[in-house]
């Protein structure tokens, strides 16, 4: 079946460190991937995606590569900010099976200043 | 324009009691999508829409949960006899209607039953 394994949290992290967030996939069919992301309060809002092998999602100077080679799109930041504060959640999608989104458990980071 | 909008924001009910969950997507979008987000669970789907048609309702849990659209717009998700396990956060998502485009998701309804 169709599945995503993200890193558990809370990760916490000092302002302008590098992030990285592990995300693993299983799933048949060729998927598209995503990275949503929720904000305290807020909804969930599509932060990056990537719809084929080797591509790499970017926004907001967050980045992902899809690697199909380890079944991964690890979410990067450079430099993370306090309002990078929020609950990340990797996803995949299979293109024929109506669209439904495949999310992992979610990944709170925390940013100090 | 607007978002998706969801009602109620918060519901508190009795174990036993039937509940509805509210869906507004946004203006024009064919595609309607229901998840669930609770504790032990994760985020999970529920029901998928096309127009007023529903060709995926594998996720609905148990036969206590049914989905309807009307006129290709508003959703109404009802639970009957509510279990407390049904607690979570019930979110909504549209899109403009192929399956390759991107989800926008309302804020969701927070249902808690006592």
């Known amino acids: 079946g169709n599945s995503v394994t993200q890193m558990e949290g809370p990760v916490t992290l000092s302002e302008e460190a590098f992030l990285t967030i592990n995300c693993t996939y299983t799933?048949?069919?060729?998927?598209?991937l995503f990275w949503y992301v929720q904000y305290p309060g807020e909804g969930l809002q599509l932060l990056l995606k990537?719809?084929?092998?080797?591509d790499k999602g970017s926004n907001k100077g967050f980045e992902a590569t899809y690697r199909k080679e380890t079944t991964s799109f690890h979410l990067e930041k450079g430099s993370v900010q306090v309002s990078d504060s929020a609950v990340y959640f990797c996803?995949?999608?299979?293109?024929?099976?109506?669209?439904?989104?495949?999310f992992g458990q979610g990944t709170e980071l925390s940013v100090k200043p | 324009g607007a978002g998706v909008s969801q009602s109620p924001s918060n519901k508190v009910t009795e174990k036993g009691k039937d509940v509805e969950l509210r869906c507004d997507p946004i203006?024009?979008?064919?595609?309607l999508y229901w998840y669930r987000q609770s504790l032990g669970q994760g985020l999970e789907f529920l029901i998928y829409?096309?127009?007023?048609?529903?060709?995926?309702k594998s996720g609905l849990p148990s036969d206590r949960f049914s989905a309807e659209r009307t006129g290709g717009s508003v959703s109404t998700l009802t639970i009957q006899r509510t279990q407390q396990e049904d607690s979570a956060v019930y979110l909504c998502?549209?899109?403009?209607?192929?399956?390759?485009?991107?989800?926008?998701f309302g804020p969701g309804t927070r249902l808690l039953v006592l």
């Open positions: 990537a719809t084929k092998a080797d």
């Open positions: 996803a995949l999608r299979v293109g024929n099976q109506g669209g439904k989104l495949i």
């Open positions: 829409f096309q127009g007023n048609s529903a060709p995926d």
């Open positions: 998502a549209s899109s403009p209607g192929q399956s390759q485009e991107t989800q926008y």
């Open positions: 799933a048949t069919g060729y998927p598209s």
């Open positions: 203006s024009g979008h064919t595609a």
